[in-house]
Nanobody, 121 residues
Framework: QVQLVESGGGLVQPGGSLTLSCTSS????????MGWYRQAPGKPREQREL??????????NYADAVKGRFTISRDYASVSVYLHMSDLKPEDTAVYYC????????????WGQGTQVTVSS
């Protein structure tokens, strides 16, 4: 099993920056991909959208809406993942969820509890 805990959310003005952190515990060395998803206000879980992912070899992938503004990074020693967000827009307002997969474990997909990011003046 893997547990994920996010931190760093909050209220920020448009154009501002924020960095989210996600720490893992449990069977952390089974983790392969890590990433961030977000769920906008009023949207169901099924419409949770990908923000950015990073593989075990450091390859990254970003949603078009955040390219050039968000940067994902990973600490391989502690198996943590970070999301630095800049030039934030009101449409970035959402609950941000940390994600990890562990293909060799009986349960493959893991999610954190989410952290709220609100972009408003």
């Amino acid at each position: 099993q893997v547990q994920l805990v996010e931190s760093g959310g909050g209220l920020v003005q448009p154009g501002g920056s924020l960095t989210l952190s996600c720490t893992s515990s449990g069977n952390i060395f089974s983790i392969d991909h890590m990433g961030w998803y977000r769920q906008a206000p009023g949207k169901p879980r099924e419409q949770r959208e990908l923000v950015a992912t990073i593989t075990s070899d450091g390859s990254t992938n970003y949603a078009d809406a955040v390219k050039g503004r968000f940067t994902i990074s990973r600490d391989y020693a502690s198996v943590s993942v970070y999301l630095h967000m800049s030039d934030l827009k009101p449409e970035d307002t959402a609950v941000y969820y940390c994600y990890a997969d562990a293909p060799l474990l009986p349960i493959v997909d893991y999610w954190g509890q989410g952290t709220q990011v609100t972009v408003s003046s």
